[in-house]
Nanobody
């Protein structure tokens, strides 16, 4: 099991920016950011595979950027980032980092496959005020 620790959430006004980070305790394959608001299903926001190819849900394209530092670059730990610009109130939610340990992701269909991910962080809250 991989341990994931998120940070970087907070409260920001609409149009502002935040950067989320997630440190994984060991190497992973596919990594992702999901978000959830109370009463709704967890939604895939962005995923990135081991070759650093990203996929985004339509609502964040052009505003969010997912990136990573591989274990060989950053103290033997994978670090995942989500840079969020031009934030909107509808971006509000608890953001979770997730990792797949046994397979990589090569299509946007993984954004709808939360059950495929093996490890999850505790979440970091993002609140965007209007």
């Amino acid at each position: 099991q991989v341990q994931l620790a998120e940070s970087g959430g907070g409260t920001v006004q609409a149009g502002g920016s935040l950067r989320l980070s997630c440190v994984a305790s060991s190497r992973t394959f596919c990594m992702a950011w999901f978000r959830q608001v109370p009463g709704k299903k967890r939604e895939g926001v962005a995923i990135i595979n081991s070759n650093s190819r990203p996929f985004y849900t339509d609502s964040v394209k052009g505003r969010f950027t997912i990136s990573q530092l591989s274990a060989s670059q950053d103290n033997a730990k994978n670090t995942l980032y989500l840079s969020m610009n031009s934030l909107k109130p509808e971006d509000t939610g608890m953001y979770y980092c997730a990792a797949a340990l046994g397979s990589d992701c090569y299509s946007s269909s993984w954004l709808n496959a939360a059950g495929t991910f093996d490890s999850w962080g505790q979440g970091t809250q993002v609140t965007v005020s209007s």
